[in-house]
């Protein structure tokens, strides 16, 4: 079993950056492929972005060149840097531990982007 910790979720203006951070419970963390998935209200959880074990990233077209997903194996934490956030970023955002076919997923944290 995993848990997976989010946090760095709020309010933020049009334009504006925050920076998401997931901690998980295992030693084991290298091991797994993380991601970030959001979900807005009425909609499907949608995956963002996602990195490998070996540190191979992947970003969903609607986000891509505004965030980053990295990871740090030595404090078991993964972060998704969101930069230039627009309206339709408002989401609850997740964060996503994968080994083999088996899934890990957090309580969420809320973004939301309004003036």
């Known amino acids: 079993q995993v848990q997976l910790v989010e946090s760095g979720g709020g309010l933020v203006q049009p334009g504006g950056s925050l920076r998401l951070s997931c901690v998980a419970s295992r030693s084991s963390f290298s091991s797994y492929a993380m991601g970030w998935y959001r979900q807005a209200p009425g909609q499907q959880r949608d995956l963002v972005a996602s990195i490998t074990n070996g540190g191979t990233t992947n970003v969903a077209d609607s986000v891509k060149g505004r965030f980053t997903i990295s990871r740090d194996n030595a404090k078991n934490t993964v972060y998704l840097q969101m930069n230039s956030l627009k309206p339709e970023d408002t989401a609850v955002y997740y964060c996503?531990?994968?080994?083999?076919?088996?899934?890990?997923w957090g309580k969420g944290t809320l973004v939301t982007v309004s003036s």
């Open positions: 996503n531990a994968k080994f083999g076919i088996v899934n890990f």
